[in-house]
């Protein structure tokens, strides 16, 4: 069992800026690969981005690309989401996602709010 706890979320004006975290415990040996998603009020939950926990390849949406930042920490249980110049549509309840060779863990969420 993987408990992933999401952190960092908040209410920012457009163009501001927020750092998320996750943290990893329980039995995350074997993880293959850690991600963010996002999902906005009345929608679906989508992808923001990827990395891949052996090497640190990474991986983004466009509407994210050049703006936001995945990185994960040298002890290997906490993932980050730096996110630069935020607008209104990367408002959200923000979700990390691990990756293990038989299943999927989610964290609960943390709320992005981006004001005008």
């Known amino acids: 069992q993987v408990q992933l706890v999401e952190s960092g979320g908040g209410l920012v004006q457009t163009g501001g800026s927020l750092k998320l975290s996750c943290a990893a415990s329980?039995?995350?040996?074997?993880?293959?690969?850690m991600a963010w998603y996002r999902q906005a009020p009345g929608k679906e939950r989508k992808f923001v981005a990827h990395i891949n926990w052996s090497d640190g390849s990474t991986t983004y949406d466009a509407s994210v690309r050049g703006r936001f930042t995945i990185a994960k920490d040298n002890t290997g249980n906490t993932m980050y989401l730096q996110m630069n110049d935020l607008t209104p549509e990367d408002t959200g309840t923000y979700y990390c996602?691990?990756?293990?060779?038989?299943?999927?863990?989610w964290g609960q969420g943390t709320q992005v709010t981006v004001s005008l």
């Open positions: 996602k691990s990756y293990h060779p038989t299943q999927a863990y």
């Open positions: 329980g039995n995350f040996f074997r993880m293959s690969a």
